[in-house]
């Protein structure tokens, strides 16, 4: 089977500082890629400080974010997988 990559984005409003963004998604079966774009251009600037992922005794997985910006503003959240490598 092929490898397929799947992309999803959101747009997110967050405050200046650092926020903890959780992606439940609940499998973990794939490669997951994120990130954090300033949706304008020129506004701001995002990055992601650290990113960490648990499992729980169901083997949910979710991804947990800790998402720094400069200022309030709004933000495209992607994500990327790749599913039959």
């Given amino acids: ?9 959101f747009d997110v409003f967050q405050a200046a500082g ?5 992606w439940g998604i609940g499998e973990h ?3 997951w ?3 954090v774009r300033p949706f304008l251009a020129n506004t701001t ?3 992601i400080v650290q990113h960490s992922t648990g499992i729980d005794g169901n083997r949910v997985s979710t ?3 800790n ?7 709004t933000f495209r959240f992607s ?7």
């Fill in 29 to 31: 079966e794939h490669y």
């Fill in 45 to 47: 600037i995002a990055q």
């Fill in 33 to 35: 890629g994120f990130s």
């Fill in 79 to 85: 994500t990327i997988w790749v599913s039959g490598a």
């Fill in 67 to 73: 998402v720094e910006v400069s200022a309030n503003s």
């Fill in 1 to 9: 089977m092929a490898p397929t990559t799947n992309h999803r984005w």
């Fill in 18 to 22: 650092t926020e903890l963004w959780t």
């Fill in 63 to 65: 991804d947990y974010l």
